[in-house]
T-cell receptor, first 115, second 110 residues
C-alpha cells in the first residue's frame, strides 16, 4: 500500500503556542489529503479535506482559523494548531486518498499534549 | 444523513477460530467499502477494500459485500492474538470522504 508519513510523532507544548504537523505521501502524489482527530477510546473525527493548491474544506464545527491547513504540493500537507489549549490535546492523523475508489492510507499520527 | 453502523463489541474469539465482524450502511449510492485495523495508540491500517457484491479474499481475511442488504462483513480465519484490535468499517458515499463506523473491538483469546 501507499506510504504516508507524519512529523512529529509526539509533541508537548505550552498553552498559547502554535504547533505545525506535517503529512507527506512518500511514494505517490496525493491530490487530496484528510486531517482527522481522535480522542481516547473514541472514533475518528474528520476535521478537514485538503486539496493541493486550493483552500481546505472544513467539517462543521471545526474552526478554520484555529486549525490552519496548507496543501502546498502533491506530497505535502500541513496542519497548524494555533494558540493551542489543553482541550486541543488529541491524536491527530492525516490520510491521503489514492485511486478512483478513494482508498485512504493513514499516516502514523501525531500525539499532541498541550500543558 | 449517511451513516455506518457497527457493533462496538467487545467481541471475544478463541485463538484459531473465525472472527466475524459486521457493518451496515444507510445509503444505496455507496461505492467503496473498506476495513481498517487500529491497534491501541496507533493509526488505522487499511486491510481490505471491496467494491462489488460478493466475496473478496486476501490471506486469512475475507470481505463480503451485499449491496441489496446494505451490509459488509469481514471474516478473519485462524484468528491470532495479533488480530486483537479495533476494526473500523468505512464507506465512501460517492465522494472522496470516508464515513467511519465507531469500530468493533476484537479480542482473540489464547
Amino acid at each position: 500500500g501507499a506510504v504516508v508519513s507524519q512529523h512529529p510523532s509526539r509533541v508537548i507544548c505550552k498553552s498559547g503556542t502554535s504547533v505545525k504537523i506535517e503529512c507527506r505521501s512518500l511514494d505517490f502524489q496525493a491530490t487530496t489529503m484528510f486531517w482527522y482527530r481522535q480522542f481516547p477510546k473514541k472514533s475518528l473525527m474528520l476535521m478537514a479535506t485538503s486539496n493541493e493548491g486550493s483552500k481546505a474544506t472544513y467539517e462543521q464545527g471545526v474552526e478554520k482559523d484555529k486549525f490552519l491547513i496548507n496543501h502546498a504540493s502533491l506530497t505535502l500537507s500541513t496542519l497548524t494548531v494555533t494558540s493551542a489549549h489543553p482541550e486541543d490535546s488529541s491524536f491527530y492523523i492525516c490520510s491521503a486518498s489514492v485511486g478512483s475508489y478513494n482508498e485512504q492510507f493513514f499516516g502514523p499520527g501525531t500525539r499532541l499534549t498541550v500543558l | 444523513q449517511k451513516e455506518v453502523e457497527q457493533n462496538s463489541g467487545p467481541l471475544s474469539v478463541p485463538e484459531g477460530a473465525i472472527a466475524s465482524l459486521n457493518c451496515t450502511y444507510s445509503d444505496r449510492v455507496s461505492q467503496s467499502f473498506f476495513w481498517y485495523r487500529q491497534y491501541s495508540g496507533k493509526s488505522p491500517e487499511l486491510i481490505m477494500s471491496i467494491y462489488s457484491n460478493g466475496d473478496k479474499e486476501d490471506g486469512r481475511f475475507t470481505a463480503q459485500l451485499n449491496k441489496a442488504s446494505q451490509y459488509v462483513s469481514l471474516l478473519i480465519r485462524d484468528s491470532q492474538p495479533s488480530d486483537s484490535a479495533t476494526y473500523l468499517c468505512a464507506v465512501s458515499f460517492g465522494n472522496e470522504k470516508l464515513t467511519f463506523g465507531t469500530g468493533t473491538r476484537l479480542t482473540i483469546i489464547p
